[in-house]
């Protein structure tokens, strides 16, 4: 059921649906790249003491990635329920929180809560209590912010807060219960969310109304948790484009219809989100999958999309990034890098001083996906410690720089915008900024 609140103003944005400039407005940033624009003199080092801006609490822990709209840094948590794995507390308490920051000085512009849909995946007998309840990225088109929060559906608000519409995606689960992490992306008009778990769907809602416009439902989404991404294939036509368990797929983005689709790896999970590189895209599956690039055709009735290369590199939890014809892959402490054009190994570089910070069920889950900033790479594994490589020709390991010596998770990927590196934990929102030191 679709409850309408408000209506946006409309406004001239790019054919993308994607913020036009520095901002960092989904999951892994402009078209998901996980590659900054303009962050140059984002520091190479720093510490609890050094080169940290802020650093504010947060209500509870979350997953997800935080996001920048110009100077408004925005991300979700959840609280009430399942903080201990032990003590879960009451599943009725369980409420999702969505937080605006200000970018300069960490100050609350204005906090949204949503109280859980029940029945709910129990935190105590289920995956979930890998991940948590708010493990999916917002997305905003610069007027306004889109959230989905699984079985307790897709929320939508404008930038001061406003409550616009919610709409409902499903209330299914997936076979171990480990829940959706997928984050919703935004083309042109519409809304898209990827509710693998919830209804084994993708769905397209109208971002004016929360209106549902087409709904794509296969069984095979089941073990999907990374995000689609668009591809532009042609001046007029967009490829909503994401790996499956086994395959790579297609859609057209104004209607949910599938354009193409290729058996890609043997891996039965797809955990990364795709990255491309123009035309050509590349999708990095789960151990033993491997991965695969293909080409896209221009043609719309030419479904006979054949594989350019495939690797036997595969991703585990992180998305891969591109950068100058090589790709880098961060899989269980390994930096591994791909020639873009062949899927040749070129290096591998076992990552030094790393920590290992587990919980009791799972272990150590490095989530967050590498970003690149010029010709440096960031990565943030759970514990909290951030990897800095110079890239190119040669690699070399640059800092390790660490936030924290308390017990805390970092299994949202960064955001980078405006000179700034947002990092989120299971406790607390930081920002890094040269020369800052810590108020």
Not at 37 to 50: C, H, R, V, Y
Not at 62 to 78: F, H, M, N
Not at 382 to 396: E, L, N, P, Y
Request: glycine share 10%; net charge positive; proline share 5%.
């Amino acid at each position: 059921m679709i409850r309408l609140i408000g209506l946006l103003a409309f406004s001239w944005i790019c054919a993308s649906g994607f913020v036009i400039g520095d901002d960092w407005a989904r999951f892994r940033g402009p078209y998901g790249s996980g590659i900054a624009s303009d962050s140059e003199s984002l520091p190479t080092t720093w510490s609890q003491k050094n080169n940290l801006a802020w650093k504010i609490p947060l209500p509870g822990p979350g997953a997800s990635s935080p996001i920048i709209v110009g100077q408004k840094v925005l991300v979700t948590c959840y609280s009430g329920y399942g903080l201990d794995a032990k003590r879960p507390g009451k599943i009725e308490n369980l409420v999702r929180h969505l937080i605006c920051f200000d970018l300069k000085t960490g100050k609350k512009q204005w906090q949204k809560n949503v109280k859980a849909a029940l029945p709910e995946d129990l935190y105590d007998k289920s995956g979930v209590s890998s991940h948590g309840y708010a493990s999916h990225t917002p997305a905003s088109d610069g007027i306004n912010v889109y959230c989905f929060f699984g079985k307790s559906g897709v929320h939508a608000f404008d930038l001061d807060g406003k409550k616009l519409w919610d709409a409902d995606a499903g209330n299914g689960s997936d076979p171990p219960k480990w829940g959706s992490s997928s984050s919703p992306v935004v083309h042109e008009s519409t809304v898209i969310v990827t509710a693998s778990a919830e209804s084994q769907s993708i769905i397209g809602f109208e971002k004016t109304t929360g209106r549902k416009l087409w709904q794509h439902q296969s069984d095979g989404l089941d073990g999907m948790w990374g995000t689609p991404s668009l591809v532009q294939v042609s001046p007029k036509r967009w490829d909503l484009v994401m790996l499956v368990p086994r395959d790579l797929l297609g859609l057209d983005p104004e209607t949910g219809k599938i354009r193409w689709q290729l058996q890609a790896t043997e891996s039965m999970q797809a955990y990364s989100s795709i990255i491309s590189d123009g035309k050509r895209v590349y999708g990095f599956s789960g151990q033993g999958g491997g991965a695969v690039a293909v080409d896209i055709e221009s043609n719309d009735t030419d479904k006979d999309v054949r594989p350019v290369w495939k690797s036997s590199v595969y991703a585990t939890y992180a998305s891969p990034v591109r950068y100058q014809q090589k790709i880098y892959v961060v899989s269980r402490r390994i930096l591994t890098v791909v020639d873009a054009k062949t899927g040749k190994r070129l290096n591998s570089l076992r990552l030094k001083e790393a920590k290992k910070l587990g919980n009791a069920r799972f272990g150590s889950l490095d989530y967050a996906s590498p970003v690149i900033v010029g010709d440096r790479l960031f990565w943030l594994n759970a514990s909290g410690q951030t990897f800095v490589f110079r890239i190119g020709d040669d690699i070399k390991q640059l800092a390790v720089n660490d936030l924290t010596a308390e017990k805390e998770f970092f299994w949202g990927s960064p955001a980078v915008a405006s000179g700034r590196m947002v990092l989120r934990s299971s406790r607390f929102l930081y920002c890094i900024a040269e020369s800052a030191k810590t108020p």
